[in-house]
């Protein structure tokens, strides 16, 4: 299996390198390698790679894209740079995708949904993104469909990892200076760690193989929920977070984690207060069985101790 796998220092890039089965040769690309801001840069270096494949063993099977904007904020006042890595890079990967005949992995987020209610989101539910990032992520998303490749979009939300820029890490920092917290009790959904991530979306490709070489015959190209189980909100997460963290014999000053209401720590970027993902289509698709988030995080704790 030959896999072109974009973003590859990222959290979830990172997470796929390290849990991808020893069948799978990994080409990985990071920043470093190519601006995949640049649409043009990044096309010259995918001509590049196409030649030099066409060459040996031909193109990937899959291209695998988990570079994006992530910086939700800051999205509000630069929405030409959130589309170049949110909208622009997905649809030229879908592109090359279908030029190719590889199938493209390309992960999206709940903030495609307009964020109301309390029932979780299923696939074909209405979208209506409230924020920049989430209609930038939304076009590339309806690019990919449009393109006629083979593709697995998955929508997942709350990404944490034991390394780089996340909420977790966040709330372990503050928890080590502050005695309290003010956290964000009404905003709902399931923190889902980049490990289980990387792990879910190596059995989908396994059984979408499996899938294709059957008498069906048929890539299941779609959207796809893919989080860890069960919800909370980020007061709750942070409790859990302090918890383990406490368990696990990390040094915590905070003694109190107070909720608020949402309207009381306003943000340049309006989040949605129901961020809760219905991701009964991935299990019976591929067979997978999301872990509870509170599992999940037990094990990025123990990692996050490890490092230090």
């Known amino acids: 299996m030959k896999i072109l796998l974009l973003g590859c220092k990222g959290q979830v890039g990172s997470a796929i390198l390290k849990h991808a089965p020893e069948s799978w040769e990994i080409t990985p690309w990071s920043r470093t390698d190519v601006d995949f801001a640049d649409t043009n840069a990044l096309r010259a270096k995918i001509n590049d790679y196409g030649r030099a494949m066409s060459g040996v063993v031909g193109p990937p099977d899959y291209i695998i894209n988990t570079a994006a904007y992530t910086k939700v ?51 074909d539910d209405l979208t209506d993104p409230q924020n920049i990032y989430g209609k930038t992520k939304l076009m590339g998303d309806q690019a990919v469909e449009k393109s006629g490749c083979q593709y697995l979009i998955f929508r997942t939300s709350w990404v944490y990892a034991a390394t780089g820029k996340n909420f977790v890490l966040t709330m372990l920092q503050h928890a080590r200076e502050k005695p309290t917290l003010r956290v964000v009790s009404d905003q709902i959904g399931s923190p889902t760690s980049a490990d289980d991530i990387a792990q879910m979306t190596i059995q989908a490709v396994s059984e979408a193989e499996q899938i294709v070489n059957s008498a069906n015959g048929q890539f299941p190209s779609g959207v796809y929920h893919l989080a860890n189980n069960g919800f909370t909100s980020w007061h709750g997460f942070t409790e859990a977070i302090l918890k383990v963290a406490k368990q696990e014999g990390l040094a915590i000053a905070t003694t109190k984690v107070e909720p608020i209401a949402t309207k009381d720590y306003p943000t340049p970027a309006k989040r949605p207060l129901n961020s809760r993902l219905d991701t009964s289509r991935l299990q019976e698709t591929f067979r997978v069985t999301p872990r509870p988030w509170q599992d999940a995080l037990k094990d990025v704790i123990r990692a996050i101790t490890k490092n230090q």
Do not use: C, F, M, Q
């Open 73 to 123: 904020d800051l999205a509000e006042s630069n929405p030409v740079e959130a589309a170049k890595l949110n909208t622009d890079l997905p649809k030229l990967l879908a592109e090359v995708a279908k030029k190719w005949g590889s199938k493209l992995i390309h992960y999206s987020t709940d903030y495609v949904y307009d964020g109301l209610g309390e029932s979780p989101r299923r696939e």
